[in-house]
């Protein structure tokens, strides 16, 4: 049930992603997918529920997982009207 999330929760629009390159957050990116904390269930991450939404397994739910509980406050939401 999506009403019950907290907003970092969300899905990230997987097909507009704006990034500055980083080596060491790109490394970290790619432990946390070969580290597969994700379940059908829960989503990413088990009980944080960054899950539960279509294409919530994917980069959709990646990112949000990503950015919202293993690097917090590095992440900024682009205006949709400027930047889309």
Known sequence: NAGVRQPHQTAV???FIVVK????IFDQYIETILEGNYTRWDG?????????????????????YFFGAIRPNTAVELNRCVYN
Do not use: M
């Open 13 to 15: 629009q997987g097909g």
């Open 44 to 64: 990413w991450g088990g009980n944080l529920r960054y899950g539960g939404y279509y294409g919530a397994a994917q980069i959709q739910g990646l990112c949000a």
């Open 21 to 24: 390159p980083d080596k060491q």
